[in-house]
């Protein structure tokens, strides 16, 4: 059985791996949680496959069979080796993952020595995004632009009720709370267009409050941020 | 084991259930009263939060700019509702012992200073200077007081019934659970209003 | 009898006359209130509706007679003895008034909450019709989110709940020795604040302004602005906290004072122990709703600033209480489930529970643990940062006491003589389904994945994992197993058996593939997708139908069996726990005598073993034969 067992783990396991679970990895955080992702596969499928081989096994050795209905089991009524064997096993290994995930939340929230900052502004049912120069007027849009591999902080504000700052191909969220400034840190490695999607129920539109964030390369972000801040009159800062 | 079940009554209008073994010493009715209490005291707990969050986490002024809480007023009242639970001490050793005078004195007494301390707490209200919705403080000040303030109500409502049955000859030396019972409970709103008082009152 | 003298006596007839006064009484008192104050206009439905919504269940509860013996004990009349009229059932009728019989209780909470599972899982289906496809089809995005918010609210507040509570009902106080609950009035009132609650939330499909519709978690500010469909959730949820609490008073005194001479706590079945500890976390987190809701009351009928950030109020207050009640709330939607399981288990292996005390001491470290884990909810919160590692720790940790229950349950199928009936398939169905829910809880705990994937699909898949394949098939398992307790008659295995294949396989069908479009990137609570999830998304839907066919297998089991199924013995399992010791259905009054407890629950394979006996404890010797030094090898 232990052989069946560890057999259909490693399966698992590879099976398990072998599927692409994820979206584009668009960012150098979403690198690290897809892995932490694989290492928590690698760990839940031999519970998993243990619990099951258990129960087939059982079924199929100890069912009743025609003429035991009468019968009863042995009566085992504990083992104290065995308890104390799965008391402390699984207590290892859940320290042995939470350490790992504490080790990758605290690489992907390093604040960086150089950041930019972007102010997000949540409301029903769309997203904006503000700029700030010193110096320079703000620029306000509706398309998120980022430059591939810079260290970006987003500054999230909501004005009306909860939302969710999501961009699913940087694996990080965060609600947007009115009355509060909640923040998190992003390396976008991968240029390209990708969705941002509010995750936290807001009401009617809360289906549609989708907006794009584009990773360019720094040259061109350069290039468009001082547009942006032409077209604006100096003037007409908020 | 065989089936014991077919020999039983058949007519359930005379039948009556068997005695329910005792398996504990403390009465069902007082223990029911200890749980409820530690709900009621989850609830205030519950408030405490809101009060902690508006508060501490907010750091909010407290009490909210242009305003000032009676302290001093609230302090008498503080004074009315605690010699309401020596009175209702009072009204249980009475009819424990069976003095039937200390009785019906004692729990309209206590039912009497109750009501005094709910007048009052209205009257505060009314003259208060401020309402609930001008600001996150006032709501919490309201939120925490009402709330207590309908504990007293539910409080006299079992007092007021202990005073009826009282005056109409219930209770004595071996039957006081009627009286006991609610009387925690009264006990539970005054200690809770300390809480409530010193904290929102006095710190 | 004439209609007079029935609207006079207490009865639904009285209650729904009195449940009339009640709305007059509120278009009264909003009218005078309204006019006291000068405000225009005068007559304001939203306030009235308000006002009926806490007044009308009270009167209807009056009328129905729910509270007449207390009216009667209040006026100081002389002390009436108890003559026990108000108990047991003689006709159908007797369902439908205030009964005081524990088990005519139990039985109106099962088949009540089983109703609201069938308009839950319906409402599920209309979900699902319209999630089969991008776009929008069959609703608006506005009933979209009533939808799922009835849909969660009702099967958790209206279902899950109050039916471990009737299923306790029924034999928790057979399975001690106790003739009937400790309050047994009390206990008819917390049957009958139910269906207030349900009616309720359905209602709220009438409100002007459509349904509650801010998900079943309503987090304010969203819920202090809606429309005043949310008022109904904001009130249904009292009364039927006050439901739960009500029950959990009754459970902790029942059990603690009330047991047969012999039943130490030691010697209590699991089921017992189960419902002992989820009665603890009710009584303790249940006020937390009801704070968070009279505070969203407060804010949006009389614009208190609980949660108005511009006035200083606090948004994440919200969630702190909301979550210090509602995670408990997931432990007490699960733990009279491994109740459940222990007996059906032990029964159908025919084998002792495999480490008994571990059983219930682990019940007890979830009930610890399971009060400081609130804000794993609220990992994307926005909360302190901080806060967050020590959850993670505590909320993984959890894993390690619901592990030794599955291992231990693994154990005792270890060399038992397993009885493959419906009970025990939906029970080894459940420790397969409730495993993988578990995991996935773990892989939620974690906190850098649950910065990707909350609010997404992959939750409302560990949602179903463990509420339906975990806690749901715990009820179904019950229910076949107590069966022909309740109803005296058997119900059909084969029907059974097919109601297990097909839940079982769709189940997954319907829910596992959840785990993958959440992972890439669906959030939940949408009524419209982007075209990449259309596939998944199609599939889920047809299979979520199957698994409403298979409901259907089961209600039709249900009903054809208790009118017509063959009667059922005293004790069709060989179990050896009180409740089996007595007809099916049990005798009125429960014993005749209370028997003594000589022995464990669960001593199956010990020769000559003995829980109870009908004998007084002078008689009952305790016999030499029992495993008084139980093997442990
Ligand atoms: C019956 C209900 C139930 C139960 C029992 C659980 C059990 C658990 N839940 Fe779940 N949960 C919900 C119902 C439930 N949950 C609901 C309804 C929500 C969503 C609410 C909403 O937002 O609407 C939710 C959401 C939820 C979240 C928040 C996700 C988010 O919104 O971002 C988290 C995060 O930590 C979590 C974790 C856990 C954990 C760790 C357990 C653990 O208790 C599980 C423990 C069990 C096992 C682990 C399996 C058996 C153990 C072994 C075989 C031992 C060995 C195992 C290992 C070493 C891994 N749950
Ligand atoms: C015990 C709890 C429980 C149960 C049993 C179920 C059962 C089901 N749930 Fe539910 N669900 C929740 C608790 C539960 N759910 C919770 C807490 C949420 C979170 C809500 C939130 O975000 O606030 C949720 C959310 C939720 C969503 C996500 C909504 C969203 O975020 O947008 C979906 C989507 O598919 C879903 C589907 C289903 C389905 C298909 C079933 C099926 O298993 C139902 C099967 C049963 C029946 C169908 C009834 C019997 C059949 C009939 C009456 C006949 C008619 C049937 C036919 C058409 C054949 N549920
Ligand atoms: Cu904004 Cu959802
Ligand atoms: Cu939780």
């Known amino acids: ?238 | 084991m065989e089936a014991a079940g077919a020999a039983h009554a058949q007519d359930a209008h005379e039948a009556h259930p068997p005695e329910a073994h005792r398996s504990s010493r403390v009465e069902p009715q007082l223990l029911g009263m200890l749980l409820f209490i530690i709900s009621e005291v989850m609830i205030f707990g519950a408030f405490f939060t809101a009060y902690f969050f508006i508060r501490v986490v907010n750091a909010d002024p407290w009490p909210a700019h242009g305003t000032t809480l009676p302290v001093a007023v609230a302090g008498i009242n503080t004074a009315i509702l605690l010699s309401s639970s020596l009175t209702m001490h009072w009204t249980l050793t009475s009819v424990k012992s069976g003095n039937r005078f200390g009785l019906k004195a004692g729990i309209l007494s206590t039912f009497l200073l109750g009501a005094t301390f709910l007048f009052v707490q209205i009257n505060e209200y009314a003259h208060i200077g401020f309402a609930p919705h001008d600001s996150a403080q006032g709501s919490i000040f309201y939120g925490l007081t009402g709330l207590h303030g309908a504990h007293v109500f539910i409080g006299l409502t079992l007092l007021a019934m202990v005073t009826v049955r009282a005056f109409r000859g219930h209770y004595s030396p071996e039957e006081h659970r009627g009286v006991e019972v609610p009387g925690i409970y009264w006990h539970f709103v005054d200690v809770m209003w300390i809480i409530v008082y010193s904290t929102i009152y006095v710190l | ?633």
């Not at chain 1, 999230?156 to 939302?163: E, P, R």
């Not at chain 3, 003739?179 to 207030?196: G, H, K, T």
Request: aromatic residues 14%.
């Open chain 1, 1 to 238: 059985m232990l052989i069946i067992g560890a057999i259909a783990s490693l399966i698992g396991i590879a099976v398990a791996l072998s599927i692409d679970w994820f979206p584009v990895q668009g960012s150098s955080q979403a690198k690290k949680i897809d892995d932490l992702y694989d290492v928590l596969l690698v760990a839940s499928v031999p519970v998993f496959v243990l619990v099951e081989v258990v129960v087939l096994y059982s079924v199929w050795k100890f069912r009743m069979r025609p003429g035991e209905e009468e019968k009863d089991g042995a009566p085992i009524h504990g083992n104290t080796m065995l308890e104390i064997i799965w008391t402390a096993i699984p207590a290892l290994l859940i320290f042995g993952l939470c350490a790992y995930a504490y080790t990758v939340l605290v690489d992907i929230e390093r604040k960086p020595k150089r950041e930019m900052v972007v102010q997000v502004t949540a409301q029903q049912f769309a997203w904006s995004y503000q700029y700030k120069e010193p110096g320079r007027p703000t620029v306000n849009t509706d398309v998120l632009y980022v430059p591939k591999g810079e260290s970006v902080r987003f500054n999230i504000k909501a004005t009306d009720v909860i939302h969710d700052f999501w961009v699913p191909a940087f694996r990080l969220k965060i609600d947007a709370v009115p009355g509060i400034t909640t923040h998190y840190r992003v390396t976008p490695v991968r240029k390209g267009s990708y969705a941002v999607v509010c995750a936290e129920l807001c009401g009617l539109g809360h289906s549609t409050m989708r907006s794009t964030v584009r990773v360019v390369d720094p040259v061109t972000f350069k290039g468009w941020l001082a547009a942006q801040q032409a077209a604006k009159p100096a003037g007409a800062t908020s």
């Open chain 3, 1 to 633: 009898m004439a209609v007079a003298t029935r609207l006079r006596a207490p009865g639904l007839l009285r209650g729904a006359l009195f449940g009339l006064v009640g709305l007059a009484f509120s278009y009264g008192i909003t009218c005078a209130v309204r006019a006291l104050y000068g405000w225009d206009p005068v007559l304001n439905g939203n306030s009235v509706a308000l006002v009926a919504l806490i007044a009308c269940p009270l009167f209807f509860l009056v009328g129905l007679g729910a509270f007449d013996y207390w009216f009667y004990w209040a006026s100081g009349k002389p002390t009436r003895p108890e003559d026990h009229s108000s108990h047991g059932a003689r006709s159908w009728k007797d369902y439908f008034r205030v009964n005081t019989d524990h088990k005519v209780i139990g039985i109106q909470y099962v088949v009540t909450s089983f109703f609201f599972l069938l308009v839950g899982g319906l409402i599920a289906m209309l979900m699902r019709a319209e999630l089969a496809q991008p776009g929008m089809q069959f609703v608006d995005a506005e009933t979209f989110n009533g939808l799922f918010s009835v849909h969660a609210s009702l099967l958790i507040f209206l279902f899950v709940i109050p039916v471990f509570a009737g299923l306790a009902n029924f034999v928790l106080p057979l399975m001690i020795g106790a003739p009937d609950m400790a309050f047994p009035r009390l206990n008819a009132l917390s049957y009958w604040l139910l269906p207030i609650a349900g009616i309720m939330m359905l209602a709220s499909f009438l409100a002007p302004g459509g349904s509650f519709a801010t998900g079943w978690t309503a987090y304010a500010p969203l819920s202090t602005d809606a429309p005043i469909g949310q008022m109904f959730f904001t009130v249904a949820v009292q009364f039927a906290g006050a439901s739960s609490v009500l029950t959990a008073l009754n459970f902790l005194v029942t059990i603690i004072t009330m047991r047969a001479p012999g039943m130490s706590f030691w010697r209590m079945p699991l089921l017992v122990w189960a419902n002992f500890s989820t009665s603890l976390l009710v009584v303790i987190a249940t006020p937390f709703i009801a704070a968070s809701q009279f505070f969203v009351l407060l804010d949006r009928a009389l614009g208190f600033n609980f949660f108005n950030a511009a006035e200083g109020g606090s948004v994440l207050m919200y969630q702190h209480v909301f979550w210090f009640y509602s995670h408990p709330a997931v432990y007490i939607m699960m733990l009279p489930g491994f109740g459940i399981i222990s007996e059906i288990l032990s029964v159908k292996a025919r084998k002792p529970i495999f480490g008994y005390r571990m059983m219930a001491f682990s019940l007890l470290a979830i009930v610890l643990l399971g009060f400081t884990v609130w804000a794993h909810h609220m990992f994307v919160s926005g909360m302190q940062a901080w806060i967050r590692i020590p959850m993670m720790i505590t909320t993984a940790i959890i894993a390690v006491p619901t592990g030794i229950k599955i291992f231990s349950w693994l154990a005792t199928l270890w060399r038992g003589v397993l009885h493959l009936d419906t009970p025990m398939l939906f029970a080894l169905g459940f420790l397969t389904m409730f495993t993988l829910g578990g995991i996935s809880g773990v892989m939620l705990a974690m906190i850098p994945v649950t910065i990707h994937v909350s609010d997404t699909y992959f939750i409302v898949a560990h949602i179903h994992y463990v509420l339906f394949g975990g806690s749901l098939f715990t009820i179904f398992a019950g229910v076949y197993y107590w069966f022909p307790k309740m109803t005296g008659r058997m119900y059909d295995e084969r029907l059974g058996k097919i109601h297990f294949w097909m839940t079982f396989i769709f189940f997954n069908l319907t829910f596992g593939p959840m785990h993958v479009i959440g992972l890439e990137g669906m959030p939940r609570r949408v009524a419209d997708y982007a075209q990449q999830f259309a596939g998944w998304n199609l599939f889920i839907s047809i299979s979520s139908f199957f698994v409403g066919a298979s409901t259907l297998v089961f209600v039709y089991n249900m009903v054809a069996s208790w009118r017509g199924g063959p009667r059922a013995s005293a004790n069709p399992w060989r179990a050896l726990t009180l409740e089996w010791q007595v007809s099916s259905p049990p005798p009125i009054f429960n014993f005749d005598h209370v028997p003594t407890v000589v022995g464990g629950p669960y001593e199956y394979g010990v020769p000559g073993a003995v829980h109870g006996v009908f004998k007084s404890p002078a008689e009952a010797k305790p016999s030499g034969t029992v495993a008084t030094a139980p093997t442990r090898e």
